[in-house]
């Protein structure tokens, strides 16, 4: 084993199994119906387990694959089978934090689709084509709330830019801390 | 206060089915996708729209190409917006449209200004998507940039161009080569990541120069890498050195072992747990190597968090295949995990402790495994079967229950590599444990009668075809193979042709206790004739097709059914050829209560075959050879008297074995040591030679108490017997059934019994007497005129004489017309000898009822045919 460690894919589902966003690094799946198989197979595999407060680990079709549930959200990140299960979880706990830390805290799945746009900035900021790019949070939360920061810039929802604004702020906070 | 309850309720309703993407139509957002195109833009709704796209996408939407280039050139207008967010979006949505070369060009110029920016979000994002849609021709345009960015200050930009590197090693090696004085400067960065990507990249541009890569590895080994990502990977290409090293060390310490084993104490988790998986994964560990990796392995072990537990015992388990005393002292930490939530944990925790436990625990073990098998997936599944495996092997004791656990597995639900590995499982266990084979080959059996897979099924019927001829009873395989010879798809068919085993098996096929297996073995056997495969059987095949079979088939199924696989091969001349008997209704009260646990053997065997079985049973007759006949039952009491017995005659070359029915009809008596005295004075060619008494008789319970004699061999002897049935009798409390202890000897008058001409003749039909008699030629042939005397009629007159000589009437020449003065009887039959013989018999009847017969007869051999005359004189 000398590759660099490498993520197949990052799914964000919803409580029915239902995308929220998804990303594929890996051809393995050659097309959407391959991938919907597979998230619908992995769901229902892993629905009925316990993964809120630790992330939780499955080998799955030769696929090494570590989940988190939050709400109606359920987080995944999948490797090789041979793949070291620590970094996966820590890429997956990157994407999981930096959810929380975009979404204010209130992290289910109607905020994550109105924030749908940050959520898909966070998951560039953490794989490129499969090679961890970022895992901690605050940098690919950072990363991807920094797009406000043009102020001159003007704001039809005021609700976006509240929200925004209050991601900056919990991102200072946690920085400073 | 309801009022508000209600309208809180409503809006929670709306929350759970709001979507800001509900009713969404692509058709629509690529309509909304012209405000690219306004001169104002608005950046804020461009990013809305950006994000509806990149929505649809996500959800599996596809745009034709007409589409995706439209929107593609209206986003390049976008590039004018000066607005953070929308150039991020904007990023974005290009690399997830991949544009087509002349498409691209049209950004080129945007994104070559963006790499060169202030802004390092600009220059960063730049970097990764003009890489990620370039070719080769525009990269050396910007490779000036891509070399300076890789030592950007910036630690996100140097990522970005570190991390586009490598993704362009794969088309462009040549060019990203040049740059390995700037990545490894990159090594050397402060920035985690960068130093992580920049390792990354520097050892695949020198993978192929080992010495390039150890130098790596000994410079970096010796210096701080801070990155546990980069660690991390510094472990894999360390690995890698000692693997490749290993071969040129003869002595002492392993290098970079030092190195490995420190990482064991590296504060993140993902490293320490890198170095012992790398240190379990050594070429030829030592166990003092793999102590302090099993260690903190073991440590990994009782942590609270599920992936650190799944990491660890799954490392162990792969240790626990070569080294499983090193494991042993983790296994009080593995048996807690059995009862872990996560089934794959208790999965790898089971099956570890299978390979480092004893011979004890492994049903305990078993017992839980099958409680949570259909919970797992089949990786898991295929861990488990792999561990039972080698279970078995260790513990060949145990494989009846380890085989029923993977044949009960086998017949659930799973997929190909699951299945796969179950039966070749078995079929190791099948050739290695000897006393596994009959089970396992009969679980492989039904397997295929109901498999899904092709190709397992080819793999089985072969190895049946190996395996099945060597087994005791290789017949019962024979209806799996055949089912699967008409089912089946073409590519079993063939998998069952081409094996030449088959025929063997087809062979054997050909004595099935099921007939209609018999014949369609024959079918197919001339069909593999037909298709010249099997050419050199071909003679025996057309000899079994179309050669007359001269015995009655039922007799021929019961005695194969009797045949017990042997040395001796089975031989068709000992199927008794008499017609089958029918044998006389017990004379039994209705409603016999069944017999009793200890007691004898239940009622009397009534057919030839189970003559035959119960006689060789006996250790007393058991020399006698091969039975020619048994007599239908011959009673020698009376109805309704207080002992009913009928004695049946079986004979033999050199000797006469009676078998005495008994019953007891006296509820209150219980009858021991029953025999039968018989008086042969008036047999005088016949001794007795052995007496086998029945040890015990209870009420309604019959039982069978046999005498031998020895008589001349081949000799129709024949003679009368006188019968005395003796026994000790005990009194029976008819309340409790309970006989008391003492008995008295008494006896009991049976009525004669004789040996006729007849027993030594088999009623044995001929389809076509003329035919027979014809082939026979009358070289043996004898002819004689009798005198029968007067008689009632014809008929009776024929009857007696077919009863004398106890041959088979052929083509219904028995029934006598009424009134007939003169009738032809053609009889067949095999005499003592296996001797053949055909009789023609014309009948006369004169005025005052007397009697003419002229008798022909035609045998093999003469003497037989003058024993017949012998017989009707003497009659």
Redo the contacts between chains.
């Keep these: 084993m000398e590759s660099c460690p490498s993520i197949k894919n990052i799914l964000l589902l919803d409580s029915e199994g239902n995308r929220v966003a998804v990303k594929y690094y890996s051809d393995e799946w050659p097309n959407n119906s391959a991938k919907e198989a597979f998230e619908k197979s992995l769901f229902t595999k892993t629905q009925k387990t316990n993964a809120r407060t630790e992330a939780e680990i499955a080998m799955f079709e030769s696929h090494i694959i570590v989940y988190k549930f939050v709400q109606d959200l359920h987080f995944f990140v999948t490797g090789a089978e041979n793949e070291n299960e620590l970094i996966l979880v820590t890429a997956l706990q990157g994407f999981f934090d930096a959810v929380g830390l975009l979404l204010r805290g209130t992290v289910d799945k109607k905020e994550a689709l109105e924030n749908l746009d940050l959520i898909l900035l966070c998951l560039d900021e953490i794989v490129d084509g499969g090679i961890i790019l970022e895992t901690d949070a605050n940098v690919i939360a950072g990363k991807a709330a920094s797009h406000s920061i043009d102020a001159a810039a003007p704001l039809s929802e005021q609700t976006i830019s509240q929200a925004l604004a209050t991601a900056r702020e919990h991102l200072a906070r946690s920085l400073l801390k | 206060m309801a009022q508000p309850f209600l309208k809180k309720d409503d809006d929670h309703d709306d ?1 759970a089915d ?4 509900l009713g969404i139509e692509k058709g629509a957002v690529l309509q909304e996708a012209r405000v690219f195109n306004d001169p104002q833009l ?4 461009c ?2 729209v ?2 509806k796209l ?2 649809l996408l ?3 939407e ?1 745009f034709t190409k007409v589409e995706a280039t439209e929107v593609f050139f209206a986003v390049t207008k976008l590039f004018q917006s ?8 904007v ?2 949505i290009i ?1 997830e449209l991949s544009p087509s070369a002349d498409e691209v060009i049209i950004v080129t110029s945007s994104l070559m200004k963006d790499m060169t920016s202030k802004t390092d ?1 600009y220059r960063a994002n730049a970097i ?1 998507v003009l890489c ?1 849609i370039t070719d080769g021709t525009l990269l050396t345009q910007i490779e000036r940039y891509l070399k300076q960015a890789i030592v950007d200050k910036n630690p ?1 930009v140097a ?2 161009a570190l ?2 590197g ?2 362009l090693l794969q088309t462009n090696p040549e060019i990203v080569k040049r740059w390995s004085n700037e990545v490894q400067e990159a090594v050397q960065s402060r920035a985690a ?1 960068v130093q ?2 920049a390792l ?1 990249l520097l ?2 541009i020198r ?1 192929n120069d080992r010495l390039a890569v150890n130098k790596l590895v000994s410079s970096l080994t010796r210096g701080s890498v801070r990155s546990p ?1 980069a660690q ?2 510094l472990i ?2 360390t ?2 050195v000692i693997r490749e090293s290993a071969s040129n060390t003869q002595t002492g310490d392993r290098p970079f072992y030092d190195f490995l084993e420190g990482c064991l104490r590296h504060k993140a ?2 490293v320490i ?2 170095a012992a ?1 790398a240190i379990t994964e050594l070429n030829g560990v030592t166990s003092r190597e793999l102590t302090p990796a099993i260690t903190v392995l073991q440590l990994f072990l009782s942590s ?5 537990r ?2 660890a015992v ?1 490392t162990l388990n792969k240790v626990a295949m070569t080294h499983p005393i090193a494991v042993t002292n983790c296994n009080i930490d593995m048996e807690s995990l059995i009862s872990d ?2 089934r ?1 944990i208790a999965t790898l925790a089971i099956t570890t402790l299978l390979k480092t436990g004893n011979e004890s625990s492994v049903d305990r073990l078993m017992k839980q495994i099958t409680t949570f098998m259909s919970d797992i ?1 089949d ?2 599944k295929i861990v488990v079967i792999e561990a039972i495996r080698s279970l078995c092997l260790k513990f060949p004791l145990k494989h009846r229950s380890l085989m029923n656990f993977l044949s009960n597995i086998l017949r659930e639900e799973g997929g190909f590599e699951y299945k796969k590995a179950i039966v070749d499982s078995i079929v190791i266990l099948i050739r290695d444990i000897p006393e596994a084979k009959e089970s396992g080959l009969l679980h492989l059996c039904e397997f295929i009668e109901d498999c899904e897979f092709t190709y397992l099924s080819t793999q089985i019927l072969h190895f049946l075809g190996i395996e099945g001829p060597k087994t005791s009873d290789p017949s019962k395989y024979i209806r799996y193979i055949y089912n699967r010879v008409h089912l089946e798809n073409a590519t079993v068919r063939a998998g069952i042709l081409l094996q030449p085993h088959i025929f063997v098996l087809l062979r054997r096929c050909l004595f099935d206790t099921d007939d209609e297996v018999r014949d369609r073995a024959t079918l197919y056997l001339n069909t593999l004739v037909a298709d010249g495969a099997v050419v050199e059987t071909g003679e025996d095949v057309k000899e079994f097709l179309f050669g007359s079979l001269d015995i009655p088939l039922v007799n021929l199924e019961r005695s194969l059914k009797n045949y017990e696989p042997s040395e001796e091969s089975f031989d068709i001349n000992s199927v008794p050829k008499e017609v089958k008997i029918q044998p006389l209704a017990e004379k039994k009260a209705p409603g016999k209560k069944p017999t009793g646990l200890g007691g004898p053997p239940p009622g009397p065997p009534s057919t030839i075959d189970a003559y035959e079985k119960l006689l060789s049973s006996i250790p007393e007759f058991s020399n006698f050879g091969k039975l020619f006949k048994s007599s239908a039952p011959v009673e020698l009491t009376e109805a309704e008297t207080e002992y009913a017995v009928n004695v049946v005659k079986h004979i033999f070359d050199g000797h006469v074995v009676f078998q005495y029915n008994c019953t007891n009809t006296i509820p209150e008596q219980l009858l021991e040591n029953v025999t039968v005295i018989v008086d042969a004075s008036e047999a005088e060619e016949f001794a007795e030679v052995a007496s086998k008494p029945l040890r015990s008789l209870p009420y309604d319970s019959p039982g069978q108490t046999f005498v031998a004699f020895e008589k001349p061999e081949g000799v129709p002897a024949v003679g009368k017997f006188s019968n005395m049935l003796r026994f000790i009798v005990k009194e029976v409390d008819p309340s409790t059934g309970e006989a008391e202890d003492d008995g008295v000897e008494d006896e009991y008058q049976l009525e004669e019994l004789e040996v006729v001409a007849a027993d030594y003749m088999l009623k044995v039909g001929v389809s076509n007497f003329r035919n027979a008699w014809e082939s026979m030629g009358p070289d043996c042939e004898r002819v004689d005129e009798y005198g029968l005397g007067p008689r009632e009629n014809l008929a009776e007159a024929v009857n007696a004489v077919i009863n004398l000589l106890g041959m088979q009437p052929c083509e219904g020449t028995e029934v006598v017309p009424s009134n007939s003065r003169s009738h032809t009887c053609l009889l067949s039959g095999v005499y003592i000898g296996n001797v053949k013989v055909l009789v023609r018999l014309q009948f006369g009847i004169d005025g005052p009822k007397d009697v003419a017969m002229k008798l022909a007869v035609r045998s093999e051999d003469e003497a037989v045919s003058d024993v017949i005359h012998e017989i009707v004189a003497s009659g």
């Design positions: 929350e709001y979507s800001p993407f608005d950046p804020r709704r990013s809305q950006i994000t990149l929505y996500n959800q599996g596809t000066r607005d953070l967010g929308l150039r991020r979006m990023y974005v690399k979000m990764r990620r996100v990522s970005a991390v586009s490598i993704h990541l992580f990507h990354a050892h695949q993978q990502l991390c990977l894999r290409y690995s890698q988790e993902m747990f890198e998986r609270t968090k599920p992936v650190l799944f990491a799954r939530q996560n794959s997936a990786e898991f």
